[in-house]
């Protein structure tokens, strides 16, 4: 079920539809814009969408495409590097840093306060083979939600 508020502030919606567009029915843009019909239009007064005359048409192969597929993220590390040596704990740290775009997000998402993405967990997962270790990433726990 899609909430209005965690879609994002500055998100590209799509006016196609489903009979304009063969992947409508399953676009997270499309979708999204179709949800705010029935919500508060003054939370959305201003918004980002593609142009109309593209979603009439779109190509087979549309870049805006965004699967509305749950994924599952993973949530907070807090735990993450208590059983790891601590001659690997140190260079897998500063490996799962390397994971994120900023060293912010690792701190955030170590708290549980940002999520991880399912692309962040396979590089942690690639992190602790780096580093000669078997065993997969614990995490704190996970969420489902969409990829905006």
């Known amino acids: 079920m899609m909430n209005l508020q965690d879609i994002p502030k500055d998100y590209i919606f799509c006016p196609a539809t489903n009979d304009t567009c063969p992947r409508a029915a399953t676009c997270l843009r499309a979708l999204a814009l179709r949800a705010l019909a029935g919500g508060n239009p003054k939370e959305w007064l201003v918004m980002r969408t593609l142009n109309p005359g593209y979603a009439q048409h779109p190509p087979k192969d549309c870049e805006y495409y965004r699967d509305s597929t749950p994924v599952r993220y993973a949530v907070g590390m807090m735990h993450m590097f208590d059983n790891i040596p601590l001659k690997q704990a140190r260079e897998l740290r500063r490996k799962v840093m390397g994971c ?20 962040e967990q396979k590089s942690i997962e690639n992190a602790f083979r780096a580093v000669g270790l078997s065993e997969a990433p614990q995490y704190d726990g996970s969420s489902e939600g969409y990829l905006w």
């Open 100 to 119: 994120f775009s900023c060293e912010s997000y690792f701190y955030q998402s170590r708290k549980g306060e940002r999520n991880i993405t399912p692309a």
